[in-house]
């Protein structure tokens, strides 16, 4: 049974810095891309960044770029996204999901809806604020 896990969010001040986690379950990491998605209140669901399952290589929102790093330890079986030098705007709830058959890249940095997703975590709350 495949299982998505979230934590790492948190109520952090303006500048701060927080690690978000994804842990996969009976799912092997080595054979899909993974993406981080959010939705902030009122929002539409929104691509962050992800871990291409064509090339590897790792993609960001021009939103977050440079602030927020994804990386996968293989070993641990979890997902990670660094998020540094926090925003209010970043304030919305976290997913890592993923696409069976296509890469979740796509629907970050490609223009394709985030609906494509195949299956998702229960998500893991961050909020930026002073």
């Known amino acids: 049974q495949v299982q998505f896990v979230e934590s790492g969010g948190g109520l952090v001040q303006p500048g701060a810095s927080l690690r978000l986690s994804c842990v996969v379950s009976?799912?092997?990491?080595?054979?899909?891309?993974m993406g981080w998605f959010r939705q902030a209140p009122g929002k539409e669901r929104e691509g962050v960044s992800c871990i291409s399952s064509k090339d590897g290589n790792t993609y960001y929102a021009d939103s977050v770029k440079g602030r927020f790093t994804v990386s996968r330890d293989r070993a641990t079986r979890t997902v990670y996204l660094q998020m540094n030098s926090l925003k209010p705007e970043d304030t919305a709830k976290y997913y890592c999901?993923?696409?069976?058959?296509?890469?979740?890249?796509?629907?970050?940095?490609?223009?394709?809806?985030?609906?494509?997703?195949?299956?998702w975590g229960k998500g893991t709350t961050v909020t930026v604020s002073s």
């Open positions: 009976g799912f092997n990491l080595d054979n899909f891309g």
């Open positions: 999901a993923t696409d069976f058959e296509g890469d979740p890249c796509d629907a970050v940095v490609g223009g394709m809806t985030v609906n494509r997703m195949d299956y």
